[in-house]
């Protein structure tokens, strides 16, 4: 029954923790901050302070749900990186001393790996080697995965991630914080080709969000000088529009990167991909082409301690531990 880990996710606005036994994620507790709607973003000094006040109360939760105590731990994991450097401090922190407190071994976590191996927590799980497209307000990035410890990004962003791009349109449209959901929201009621959106081309397998988001401030522009209700009128069509054109500029790339490598295990991760648009064309577009396609649940999707556990769990079976020295890194490349 043995390894038995306690994982510990503070990369940005939520603080989680989970354990795992043996490969199997046991629970996975999430405590939310609302401090930062008022704001229209996270404010990361809010951050960190919230992430103070709720770790120790999320990991003896984890730990008393899971029915553990301190003594059947086998390692302590935490994310590194990449995140907030506030919020990632409080987790490092906790991690360190508690792993020290033990003599237990401590395991960092790439976050963005993190987010790739969330498809191993439940079945099913896609065979090796999979592409997994991942996508979050901070990165929009297609991984390569050959088995649990390679993972090659093979197309990034070059500019703004595609999360960015729904949080700011959002805001351009005076919706609430966070926007990206709402956009999904609204567009389920909306047309999708009710309105075009020029977009940026870009070599290769990479992404550019750019172009379409200054294209949307100057349309919403131009057509509020007409009519000052425009928006609010539109609204359900408009969020269609934008999020037909996102998920469209997603999924080309994701076909092409398929193609080139013969790849038809396809996976999706990260805070976008719980967005139901997505997630629908994916599916139909891999019945269209063959693809075993894999999308976890919403749970997973956003930043839990779950991943960080099952990402854990593949470093302790390779004895990969870090040093007390270990410090967080507000960059850090899958």
């Not at 922190?93 to 790996?113: R, W, Y």
Request: glycine letters at 8%; proline letters at 5%; hydrophobic letters at 45%.
């Amino acid at each position: 029954m043995r390894p038995v880990i306690l994982a510990i996710e503070s990369s940005c606005d939520e603080t989680s923790a989970s354990v795992i036994r043996n490969g199997k994620v046991l629970n996975n507790i999430i405590a939310s901050q609302a401090v930062h709607q008022k704001y229209g973003g996270v404010v990361p000094e809010l951050a960190s302070r919230a992430h103070q006040q709720n770790i120790v109360m999320v990991v003896d939760q984890a730990m008393q749900e899971a029915g553990v105590q301190s003594t059947d731990l086998d390692a302590i994991a935490f994310t590194r990186g990449p995140g907030l450097i506030g919020s990632l401090l409080v987790g490092v922190s906790f991690a360190k001393g508690m792993a020290l407190a033990l003599d237990i071994p401590l395991i960092e976590v790439n976050h963005m790996q993190a987010h790739v191996l969330a498809h191993f927590i439940e079945d099913p799980k896609p065979g090796f080697p999979f592409l997994c497209l991942t996508v979050s307000g901070g990165h929009t990035q297609i991984v390569k995965v050959t088995d649990p410890y390679t993972m090659e990004v093979i197309g990034q962003t070059q500019d703004d991630a595609v999360g960015e791009a729904f949080d700011k349109a959002a805001k351009i449209m005076d919706l609430p914080y966070p926007g990206g959901p709402l956009i999904d929201k609204y567009a389920q009621q909306g047309n999708p080709r009710a309105f075009r959106f020029s977009q940026t081309s870009m070599p290769g397998l990479d992404f550019s969000f750019s172009g379409i988001k200054t294209a949307f401030l100057y349309f919403l522009r131009d057509a509020v000088k007409t009519n000052p209700d425009f928006i609010k009128q539109n609204l359900a069509d408009i969020c269609a529009s934008l999020q037909h054109h996102l998920v469209f500029m997603l999924l080309t790339r994701l076909e092409q990167a398929s193609a080139q490598t013969s790849i038809k295990n396809i996976a999706i991760a990260g805070g976008v991909s719980a967005n139901s648009g997505l997630r629908k064309s994916l599916q139909e577009l891999g019945e269209k082409r063959g693809w075993s396609v894999f999308i976890p649940r919403f749970e997973y999707c956003t930043d839990n301690a779950a991943m960080i556990a099952m990402a854990a769990h593949f470093k302790f079976l390779k004895k990969d531990f870090c040093t007390l020295e270990v410090t967080p890194l507000a960059r850090m490349p899958v």
